[in-house]
């Protein structure tokens, strides 16, 4: 090999490695892409949380809308209603301060 083919040869080489470095650790490089791929993944499960919490609250409502069982059961179970000609009895110690 000639002086001048080795250096062109050192240069293109150097000139290789040097794109391969910005390709790997530059702003929007490979490094940064599995970093948001990353995020993407945690925000995709996130959505998909938000979006059977959703669901869940959708039915919820339609069942308030349209069962009336449902209706019954929520009024005596969360807000402890009682129907006409019912007594409700409550225990004390269901009234207990926890205490730390």
Do not use: W
Request: glycine fraction near 4%; charge should be neutral.
């Amino acid at each position: 090999m000639k002086m001048v083919e080795k250096i062109g040869f050192y240069i293109s080489i150097f000139i290789i490695i040097v794109l391969l470095f910005l390709i790997v650790f530059s702003t929007n490089g490979v490094l940064d892409y599995k970093l948001l791929k990353g995020k993407e993944t945690v925000i995709l499960n996130q959505v998909r949380t938000a979006d059977l919490a959703n669901q869940k609250l959708e039915d919820e409502v339609k069942s308030l809308k349209i069962d009336m069982n449902y209706i019954k059961h929520v009024a005596k179970h969360e807000h402890d209603m009682a129907e006409e000609d019912e007594l409700i009895f409550k225990d004390k110690s269901d009234n207990k301060r926890k205490t730390p």
